[in-house]
């Protein structure tokens, strides 16, 4: 029973702690030059549902849920954060060469048609960025017509 004691309040202990080590957040809060939205042409429709469905972890500037705060959550939605803007950043989409953002349109397609974005656990809790069949129409149609 002490042992019990000892090693639950050891993990209660470690849960406290872990609380004051807190991920950078993703947060610029500006429009870059670079950003697609300032590159491409882009209908406000099509722009409304990227950043639903898509800026929270494809851009700089994130939209924090109150449970991103609570470890080891927050590492966890870092992590898919910094992995989505390695693959895409729509921020900096104006750098990239033609030929990769060409190459992106064409990933954003078969993300589409494969319903592999944005992420099931992300969608879950994030029910605005759910696409419709007729969003998904929309990006691809204009995803099709900019990656050729």
Known sequence: MVLRKKITLGLVATFIVIQFVQPARNRSRQVLPTDISKTMAMPG???????????????????YPWYSFIQPLGWWLNSHIEEGKQNLNFS??????TKKQRSKFR????????????LFAYTLLHQPARLTTADKTM?????????K
């Open 92 to 97: 900096d989409f104006g750098s990239y060469s």
């Open 107 to 118: 990933e954003i397609a078969t993300s589409i048609n494969e319903g592999s974005m944005p």
């Open 45 to 63: 429709n099509i722009q409304a549902i990227l950043q639903n469905a898509c800026y929270d972890c494809h851009s700089n500037n994130t939209r």
């Open 139 to 147: 990006l691809l149609q204009w995803s099709q017509t900019l990656s």
